[in-house]
């Protein structure tokens, strides 16, 4: 099986940079994805990383490390509207199926 | 386009009773995804339909049944509901880059 592990809660304020740390123990890899969830909405896709690197979407950025089974999504330029739940997934195997992250809730503070 | 439509938006059941959630892709997307989410939780995979034609169960498939009733269609169906499946449901469909695309979900009691 796979399990993911991310922080429960980060706290920030306008303007400044978060990063969002998942670390996976998976049988196999092929992606790691990311998702972001506003309170009673459905969750959004943000990115997805086959490769090491990072991957620059706007003010979010994604990376991975298959080395170190680890990834990151950063927030820069915070912004009230990116208060949400921000969920990892990863694809461990050649079929369909993600597996997900418990979460890690964003507060945007003024 | 409509994207990824779900019915019903909210639904009340007694235990014992049993429901139909309806599924909808616009997208000519092959992969179709069943979720449930509680709360401060993340998503966990009930059923999968990789492609019409097939379904496949995923973590938490007990006490559910699936439809994939053609390509844009695919239903979850509760046949005895429990106070243990008052949840968010959320279908999903997957694009070709691996994206879920994710519907406005089912919000379910069982009293």
């Known amino acids: 099986g796979q399990s993911l592990e991310q922080p429960s809660e980060v706290t920030a304020v306008e303007g400044a940079i978060v990063q969002i740390n998942c670390t996976y123990q998976?049988?196999?890899?092929?992606?790691l994805s990311w998702y972001q969830q506003h309170d009673g909405g459905a969750p959004t896709f943000l990115s997805y990383?086959?490769?090491?690197g990072l991957e620059e979407t706007g003010r979010f950025s994604s990376f991975l490390s298959r080395s170190d089974s680890y990834g990151y999504l950063l927030l820069q330029e915070l912004q009230m509207k990116d208060s949400a739940s921000y969920f990892c997934?990863?694809?461990?195997?050649?079929?369909?199926?993600?597996?997900f992250g418990a979460g890690t809730t964003v507060t945007v503070r003024a | 386009n409509a994207g990824v439509t779900q019915t019903p938006k909210f639904q009340v059941l007694k235990t014992g009773q049993s429901m139909t959630l309806q599924c909808a892709q616009d997208?000519?997307?092959?992969?179709m995804y069943w979720y449930r989410q509680d709360p401060g939780m993340g998503l966990r995979l009930i059923y999968y339909?990789?492609?019409?034609?097939?379904?496949d169960k995923g973590e938490v498939p007990n006490g559910y049944n699936v439809s994939r009733l053609n390509k844009r269609e695919f239903s979850l169906r509760l046949e005895s509901a429990a106070p243990s499946q008052t949840s968010v449901y959320f279908c999903?469909?997957?694009?070709?880059?691996?994206?879920?695309?994710f519907g406005p979900g089912t919000r379910l009691t069982v009293t």
């Open positions: 997934a990863v694809r461990g195997s050649n079929d369909y199926k993600l597996s």
């Open positions: 999903a469909s997957q694009g070709i880059s691996y994206e879920q695309y």
């Open positions: 339909s990789a492609s019409e034609g097939t379904t």
């Open positions: 997208m000519n997307h092959n992969s």
């Open positions: 998976t049988s196999g890899f092929y992606g």
């Open positions: 990383n086959a490769l090491d």
